[in-house]
């Protein structure tokens, strides 16, 4: 671990170091602010150390010219602070401002000082952002499958804030509650799932061997509201003389290590009468994401048989399917999905998914993002909204849908031009709830790259814009 000197504060360099709180007659000292020290953690990464003369809390301003300040806060009363100085830029000189009190709306002590950040990798700078409009989020969560594979934290206008590397391409990724991102990455016997800190640093890691024999990890996960993670695993099973990959849920608790099956495809879909066309032995259902819905309830997408299910939230029954073979809701052929992604119950009955469009009944090749509204007194389906962008994008592999609060969505066409036909671009859109597009991120990949789901975020590790002059 480096220190950056410019930034260690001690004695003279620092203010208000022997105040008394006003009106206390000589009463509880305000906390002097001893030292600071900034870490360097990589190119992007940096940790603030400050030392204090009395237990107290702080907050932290920092900026670069030209750019919005942020600001992160420690609320513990305590004489040694580590924050984490999250969504920094590379080849930025920063600066910071510390803040010291007894408790809100005390007397203060200040300090101040400077940082530098350096070069982002070459294979992480090798990929081109160009944004156009307005950005309801300021941050998004991009799964990358290019020469660099992992997760990147995006700005409005492209700028990386943040990035993780897998030893191959993910294909799911989650958050848990301390604001940690988990990506799962394929590769049979290298899959894995990893968690990362703020810093990019791996804080928890889960490799295939931990799993028994054949059972593969490979796509989708999960965060539960136990904050443990759900992911899918391919799970053989013998099925009259002939070996066939089905696929299990599995429940991982990263700090503990615990981890279980949870649930079985075999247990409760049968091989022999209900499979899709594009079923193979070695893949028979092909489940692509996995999310929680609002009874607790668990939606799966099982790409191969056009359909996702819904489990109970205690695993032991299925509570409906939508589309493909023995659906629960009649869905009009024109209105059905082909190889969706991203499939979530964000609302009772509401399912939003992206919709690939893989192989429509018609033989049309676009792909969109579609929201279905489940109507399970009559079996029916009606669509509640769809987004098809002009002119058409077909994406037969990856992309996401993600429905923000203010009622806009963000769709991610991931799929890399010319593979299995897909048109390309990659590209994110924002729409309204009424279609209209209303910022965009056009990203420029070596060939070959996409991505496999975005997801609009906040803040990586709970930093605010800064409203103090």
Known sequence: ??????????????????????????????????????????????????????????????????????????????????????????????????????????????????????????????????PSGVASAPLHFLSMRSTFTGGLI?????????????????????????????????????????????????????????????????????????????????????????????????????PTGALNKRWSAFDFIDPRVESGARSVPEDWLHANSVSIGPRGNIVISLYYLDQLISLASDFGAIEWRLGGARSTFAVDPVQASSGQHSAFEGATNRVLMFDNGVARADGSRFSRAIEFALDPGSGSVTRAWEYRPDPTIWAPIFGSVRRLPNGHSVVAFGAPPGQLGATGPVVLHEVSPSGQRLWSLLLSLPPGGGIFQADPITSVAGEVISTTE
């Open 1 to 130: 671990m480096k220190v950056n000197a410019a930034a260690r504060l001690i004695g003279a360099a620092l203010t208000s170091a022997a105040l008394l709180l006003p009106g206390c007659g000589g009463g509880d000292p305000v906390p002097a602010i001893v030292a600071t020290a900034v870490d360097d953690h990589g190119p992007i990464f940096r940790r603030l150390q400050v030392t204090l003369s009395e237990p107290g809390e702080i907050d932290v301003e920092y900026g670069a010219g030209g750019s919005e300040r942020l600001r992160v806060t420690s609320v513990a009363q305590a004489t040694q602070h580590a924050l984490v100085l999250p969504r920094l830029r590379e080849r930025q000189t920063y600066t910071f401002r510390v803040r010291a009190r007894a408790a809100p709306g005390a007397a203060e002590s200040t300090a101040e000082g400077s940082f530098a950040t350096g070069d982002l990798p070459e294979d992480v700078r090798a990929i081109g952002f160009a």
């Open 154 to 254: 995006v700005d409005a206008q492209g700028r990386v804030v943040w990035y993780g590397r897998t030893p191959t391409a993910p294909a799911g990724a989650a958050r848990r509650a301390n604001g940690h991102w988990v990506l799962l990455f394929g590769g049979g016997a290298g899959a894995g799932l990893i968690e990362f800190s703020a810093l990019g640093e791996v804080v928890h890691r889960l490799d295939a061997s931990a799993l028994p024999a054949g059972q593969r990890i490979h796509h989708g996960v999960t965060a539960t509201p136990q904050d443990t993670l759900l992911f899918l695993a391919f799970d053989p099973r013998e099925v009259d003389g002939q070996v066939r990959n089905g696929e299990a849920l599995w429940e991982w608790n990263p």
